[in-house]
């Protein structure tokens, strides 16, 4: 990825993280691969989004909608944690 295709995706995605939509900084930015290369994903900017560098270290071996549904399962277990106080 070249610096106009990063600063072009930034501009894309609002300078906010794809996953969480947290405000991206050049201290939190990170770039990683929707489908990972090690799941077949593609080298290609297509296949590229930047997150926030807290999300990237538990995105970077998942997909997205592997990413997502640990995140329902935490969500709903916080919920019935509290609902059980």
Do not use: W
């Not at 799941?39 to 592997?66: M, W």
């Amino acid at each position: 990825m070249k610096a106009h295709d990063f600063y072009e995706l930034l501009e894309k995605q609002g300078f906010c993280c794809a996953l969480t939509g947290a405000p991206l900084t050049p201290v939190n930015v990170s770039i990683i691969h929707k489908i990972p290369l090690r799941r077949g994903g593609l080298h290609q900017l297509a296949n590229t989004q930047l997150i926030d560098s807290r999300i990237a270290k538990i995105a970077k071996e998942l997909t997205y909608e592997e990413l997502l549904d640990i995140c329902r399962q935490i969500h709903l277990k916080s919920k019935m944690d509290k609902e059980n106080v």
